[in-house]
């Protein structure tokens, strides 16, 4: 059973960047897909990217298209999200997971960062 553990969230100002890490242990990272949702209180949970074994394969949600990123470091068993020109609107818990159904159905994940992003 791999565990998951993300870091880097935090306060930033609106048109910020933060980078969000996901370290994996305990599994067989290089072959789970894996990816990113959010939640925040009153919303449902909401689909941010995902990206395939290789890190050949990304899915981004509409929302963050063209301003977030994933990528993935097999040998540092490490997922990240690079997160620019943030918005209010991002403000959220952000969990990274292991992809069960690919490319949005998650089949575990970690206990989550909180990004605040101040207009």
């Known amino acids: 059973q791999v565990q998951l553990v993300e870091s880097g969230g935090g306060l930033v100002q609106a048109g910020g960047s933060l980078r969000l890490s996901c370290a994996a242990s305990?599994?067989?990272?290089?072959?789970?897909?894996m990816g990113w949702f959010r939640q925040s209180p009153g919303k449902e949970r909401e689909f941010v990217a995902s990206i395939d074994w290789r890190g050949g394969i990304l899915i981004d949600g509409d929302s963050v298209k063209g301003r977030f990123t994933i990528s993935r470091d097999n040998a540092k068993n490490t997922v990240y999200l690079q997160m620019n020109s943030l918005k209010p609107d991002d403000t959220a818990v952000y969990y990274c997971?292991?992809?069960?159904?690919?490319?949005?159905?998650?089949?575990?994940w970690g206990q989550g960062t909180q990004v605040t992003v101040s207009s």
């Open positions: 997971g292991v992809i069960r159904s690919w490319p949005k159905e998650f089949g575990s």
């Open positions: 305990g599994g067989t990272f290089s072959s789970y897909a």
